[in-house]
């Protein structure tokens, strides 16, 4: 199980990074440097809120291999 854990944490760290980047780029500092849109606030949909709960489980599974790679 110890041989596991480094190699579980480099796969989801991978996943992690490539979910990361096929978010849209730049959508919520748009609006605070002044970007078209002012008030507008839009919700997640479809495929893009698979990918940024996608982003949330994995990035929670990161850290819990994180703390179980230390303990252990």
């Not at 991978?14 to 919700?43: C, K, P």
């Not at 809120?49 to 252990?72: D, P, R, Y």
């Amino acid at each position: 199980m110890l041989k596991f854990l480094p190699i579980a944490q480099i796969a989801v760290s991978v996943v992690l990074m490539v979910l990361i980047l096929l978010q849209q780029r730049g959508q919520a500092l748009g609006s605070a440097f002044g970007g078209e849109g002012g008030g507008f606030y839009s919700t997640r949909r479809g495929m893009q809120k698979k990918i940024f709960i996608g982003t949330v489980v994995s990035g929670a599974l990161f850290i819990i291999l994180a703390l179980l790679n230390f303990i252990l």
